[in-house]
């Protein structure tokens, strides 16, 4: 039940209760008290699983609260603690808190799965800091990742608590900063009606501390009183060892000198699940107040092993404060890179010992702890120090504790004048991910000289372990501090410290580079403090640094982002209770916050239900030899194992197959599926599976591979307008490049889940499944099993994100989930893990193009050819479709008059790649914008030039023939760069660049025509029922999923406009092919479009029988009418249906009429790179997108900003990663970026183009589900600006190579200068 709070028991009585140290907290709610916790990670990566844990701190005396990620905490470890989930702060059925009130009314949730980790990480923040900093909130989310909504919208609802902040002035001057940048003449300043409030902040309820739930008293009276006796757990396999005493703790470290120690349990959670290892015994130090314990004495810090990393950050913080700045340069460098290692979350749980004795080779903070010369207090019988230095991280025995020992504290020793500490990281993005280098660096100087006296250098992530460099080190020490030294040191350190050819992760040659550019940094900053402490010490005269150089001392600052969401108002003469057009909140926003939205696996479990777990090939292409399950079959609790041989029906198509039969395709194709009384049977069986292969050849990954074998899915599609041949002999200039764009996750936060119930009577099914396509599910299933479609029906509640991830894949595990539910006759439940989901689903297709562009110099584009191949995976799935729409769409905004554009699928040896926001789009259309900018380049012109010159101007024909009016194009073009004050920027960006060495800024803008549908007319419809009952309540059930996007909120303001009746009257319920059968995928943006004509058309059918009775009592009420029409025997109920647009494509002529409207757009960004790192910085973004009428411009402009966000992830950090054998690394949030609320940009605007109409849609609303995501491309290109403008600088020639993401490793090599020559040199060399 959810009560308000819940402590969780005590764990003194748990023996009795048989608590098992194995079961994580999440489990333990989800399982044991029916929470509805969300699950995403499992590996602390996600924040989705956030609750608040209170403890008594015996230092301090108070109560401490945290928020932590319930996935990786022992419910063993919280002895003593009170544990709030998101069900304790509020409900919809009491009281909302109002953190849960202001996310939803701000629109911060769209599929909601994210919610209550993001609710309770705020919640958590506010019972520390009633009114926190801006910088605390973005710190306290920077843990919560959300795949939906960019982040914006959350940042909103979170601002409302804060101290007034300082950026935009709208809340006291009425009028807005960028009112004052844009030029008045534009379209929308000039319009009266633009709001730009999407909540009314003064509606909201207060935030009243003395309303919050209080420490439970006996918890307080027990942490009062401790007990000093051993507490024990055991468990089926592990047993929890929780002393009371240091002396215990010591004597059972001397008993079982094998068994970890466990604190936060952040690095040995994740390990023993991913090397499945189990450790027999587990000791818990956390009741060893000796461990928290922190000294500080007049040359040093002590701090207690067991102090967490935010007890840390706070303790340094507090030093640092206090102390003389030379003291503090240890103390300063690490909390540097505490702010920016993991989230919140994991820095509350993780200790410093644990940190430190995990030896990561990733760790941020070992290095510095190395070259600031701490040492380790250990204890066993007695104690002694070791030095913290390589060789304890290498692990050498005579360096490392012996077994008995603990690690009692941790010595950091001040720094003195004239000695420097410095800390460095770069990672894929910038926070909240792992550092692909770290360092820490420390010099000692003879006083008021140069000359190095000790230098010490330490690196994370070159090896095995952190790496000092001692030899080059010791050769510097004597020499003086200048630029000879500086090039000396590169030399030495390349030498020493890459592991030549190999480094954990590869991108070896970016890892040496930021070695040397790191030391370059380090090398300026100890320049810049000398110069200050020169003023006093005038004895000694310092290399000058000069000032174009010193943009290489400046990190990123972390900013919260600003902006402003501008819409069109409805017309003054709507009726108040009409919300069309009006920015209502999403349907289920106050349940997401809450928690009490349930989602497929929150249904609690059924009688008998079993759990499936899924069997997968660990070969990327070879014959399955034999299955041997007769050792897992014997296992406790595991029920059965279904193969191929037990679906009575098809096993899906010849070339894709459901199970595995005699071959597999590639790694992760599912062989087989272990069915378990519970998931951890499930999950421990599928390890005694026994599957031998032979391999096959060939193994093809590579689109380059896919080639050479001619390797297809399916023929080349072509589209060709003018004489490509001839127009090519008669232009000025040619180009030809490539571009490189790779593949991408969907991420959804809900990883594939199904509920497959068979029902008693006539082989009837209930599946309840997280699909964008229940219909699809419906009918594999019924082929599957060989049962009438009628006998199967589908429930789909909502989905926690889809993004195309969910259209075709939720079929395949409802079908084998259902031959499962068939054979055993119970109800089968089969939830992906998320590295299960990333390792057997597909993605996004990655592309290679490659392109040739005739033009003259005046840069007007005459001739473009374009051959495209995409990564279609190991089979067809929707590749074909991918191909044809990346072809149809390739030419965007412009008009070229002679064009040639072709594609092809490769098959290759990878899961199949699928459905993804865009189809195909937002890859093709980067190699359209690529040539633009080879073009300018090579015309000495700008890009915006370019663009603009050969963008449709006039009413036009597409290469495919299908006429449209480029009117609105032009106008979202002209109101970017209006509102983004575009070309006075150019020439700041230019200023910028001209004196700033290091760092370099870069801007774009990009235009955009997307259209929008399905290719084929059979796809444009969709159907409605709705009902109305007696009280005058209304039922509306329509074939759109609710994935997030808010599809049900439009469809009730739908239904609110047509019926004239408040949406307070209307409910949907589900989707469920029992009501509304035969539907098409909720996709291609089009899902309000058409089940918002079929709502509408029900509706008007009712209103219809209706009007005879509203006639005759025109003063009644509609409860009066709906009983009037009862008693008449007037049907209440209607089905509506929509036939929809047609859409044709011939692709033996090549034309048709493919899509029914377009969408356009346009958005300009800025950004700044740090040509030392690779690092950039999002300046701001200017979003204008043509929505016409908008249905909800709450939930438009939330599918703009989301998608907008998640294509910035596609071309910026989203990388994948594959061993040479095929299997995909980026398994989870730890290797695969997704960006986080610290990568929106700084400034965040994003308007609806305003008075624009198309007759065709309901309402004159157009669909935005996907447009968006092309738009991040603007990010994309206003790096490769940067990086323009840099290369440029260094005379480097252009080359036309394009790659995407671009990562830090791509700019930082791109930027090439003294420091990857050298690394060049020295690979030349060595
Ligand atoms: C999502 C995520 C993101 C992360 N991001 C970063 C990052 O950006 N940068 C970074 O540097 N790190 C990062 N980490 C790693 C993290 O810093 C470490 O996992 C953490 O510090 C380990 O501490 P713990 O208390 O959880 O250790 P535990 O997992 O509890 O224990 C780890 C090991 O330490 C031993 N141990 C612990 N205390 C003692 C003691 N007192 N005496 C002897 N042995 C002891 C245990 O026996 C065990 O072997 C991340 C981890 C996660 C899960
Ligand atoms: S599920 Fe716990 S952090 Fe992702
Ligand atoms: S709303 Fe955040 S993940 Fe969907």
Partial sequence: TH???????????????????????????????????????????????????????????????????????????????????????????????????????????????????????????????????????????????????????????????????????????????????????????????????????????????????????????????????????????????????????????????????ILGNTSLGPAMKSQGRVHPILLSPARISELSMVFKTSDGLTIGAGCSLAQVKDILAEQVSELPEEKTQTYRALLKHLKSLAGQQIRNMASLGGHVISRH????????????????????????????????????????????????????????????????????????????????????????????????????????????????????????WNEPMLEEACRLLLEEVSLPGWAPGGRVEFKRTLVVSFFFKFYLEVLQELKKLVKVSDSHHYPEISDRFLSALEDFPVTGPRGVQRYQSVDSHQSLQDPVGRPIMHLSGLKHATGEAIFCDDIPMVDRELFMVLVTSTKAHAKIISIDLSEALELPGVVDVITAEDIPGTNGAEDDKLLAVDEVLCVGQIICAVVAETDVQAKRAIEKIKITYKDLEPIIFTINDAIKHNSFLCPEKKLEQGNIEEAFEKVDQIVEGEVHVGGQEHFYMETQRVIVIPKAEDKELDIYVSTQDPAHVQKTVSSTLNIPINRITCHVKRVGGGFGGKVGRPAVFGAIAAVGAIKTGRPIRLVLDREDDMLITGGRHPLF??????????????????????????????????????????????????????????????????????????????????????????????????????????????????????????????????????????????????????????????????????????????AALVHIYTDGSVLVTHGGNELGQGIHTKMLQVASRELKLPMSYMHICETSTATVPNTIATAASIGSDVNGKAVQNACQILLKRLEPIIKKNPGGTWEDWIEAAFEQRISLSATGYFRGYKADMDWEKGEGDPFPYYVYGAACSEVEIDCLTGAHKKIRTDIIMDACCSLNPAIDIGQVEGSFIQGMGLYTTEELKYSPEGVLYSRGPDEYKIPTITDVPEEFNVSLLPSSQTPLTIYSSKGLGESGMFLGSSVFFAITDAVAAACKERDIVEDFIVKSPATPEQVRMACADRFTEMVRNYCLLS
């Fill in 3 to 261: 009560t308000p709070s819940k402590s969780l028991p005590n764990l003194k009585y748990s023996k009795k209760r048989n608590a098992d140290p194995e079961v994580t907290l999440l489990n333990f709610l989800r399982k044991n008290w029916t929470l509805l916790i969300k699950y995403a990670c499992g590996r602390g990566g996600c924040g989705a699983c956030t609750v608040m844990v209170s403890k008594h701190d015996p230092v301090s005396a108070k109560i401490r609260h945290f928020s932590i990620t319930a996935c990786l905490v022992p419910i063993c470890s919280l002895y003593g603690a009170a544990v709030t989930t998101v069900e304790g702060i509020g409900s919809i059925n009491t009281r909302l808190h109002p953190v849960q009130e202001r996310i939803a009314r701000s629109h911060g949730t769209q599929c909601g799965f994210c919610t209550p980790g993001m609710v309770m990480s705020m919640y958590t923040l506010l019972r520390n800091h009633l009114q926190p900093s801006e910088e605390q909130l973005m710190e306290a989310l920077g843990g919560n990742l959300c795949r939906c909504t960019g982040y914006r919208p959350i940042l909103a609802s979170g601002r409302t608590f804060c101290v007034e902040s300082t950026g935009c002035q709208k809340k006291r001057t009425g009028k807005c900063c960028l009112d004052l940048g844009g030029n008045d003449s534009s379209s929308l300043s000039r319009e009266s009606d633009i709001c730009t409030d999407l909540f009314v902040e003064e509606e909201f309820q207060p935030l009243d501390p003395t309303q919050e739930l209080i420490f439970p008293p006996e918890l307080l009276r027990m942490a009062k009183n401790p007990e000093k006796q051993t507490l024990t757990f055991c468990g089926e396999r592990v047993t929890w060892i929780s002393p009371g005493t240091l002396k215990d703790l010591l004597e059972l470290k001397a008993k079982h000198p094998e068994a970890p120690l």
């Fill in 849 to 1022: 193009g490659k392109y040739k562009v005739g033009f003259m110099n005046n840069g007007r584009i005459k001739a473009l050819d374009i051959e495209c191949f995409i990564n279609g995976g190991c089979t067809l799935d929707d590749s074909e479709q991918v191909t044809e729409f990346l072809i149809l769409k390739l030419e965007n905004a412009y008009k070229i008059r002679n064009l040639r554009f072709r594609g092809r699928a490769c098959m290759t040896n990878l899961p199949s790649n699928t459905a993804f926001r865009g189809f195909g789009f937002p890859q093709g259309t980067l190699i359209t914008e690529s040539c633009i900018t080879a073009v300018a380049a090579k015309c000495g012109l700008l890009p915006e030039e370019i663009r603009e010159k050969n963008m449709y101007k006039t009413i036009d024909k597409t290469i495919y023939k299908q006429a449209f009016s480029p009117e609105t194009l032009i106008r979202c073009w002209n109101e970017c760069l209006d509102k983004s004050s575009f070309h006075s920027r150019r020439i700041q960006v230019e200023e910028f660049n001209k004196k700033n060495y290091w760092k370099k800024k870069g801007i774009a803008i990009i235009p955009m025509k997307f259209s929008v549908g399905f290719a084929a007319t059979s796809y444009h419809q969709a």
């Fill in 361 to 480: 080779c990733y760790s941020d903070l070992n290095p510095i702890l190395v070259v600031g010369n701490a040492t380790l207090n250990l204890i066993s019988e007695g104690t002694r120090q070791i030095p913290l230095n390589d060789h304890f991280l290498a692990g050498l025995a005579s360096a490392d504790l012996k077994p008995e020992e603990i690690l009692e504290s941790v010595y950091i020793p001040h720094s003195q004048k004239w000695e420097f500490v410095s800390a460095f990281r770069q990672a894929q993005c910038q926070q909240n991910a792992l550092a692909d280098v770290s360092a820490g660096m420390r010099v000692i100087l003879e006083e008021a000289t140069d000359t190095i006296k000790e230098l010490s250098l330490s690196y994370g992530g070159v090896g095995e372990s952190t790496i000092g460099a001692h030899k080059s080190c010791q050769q510097l020490i004597g020499r003086p």
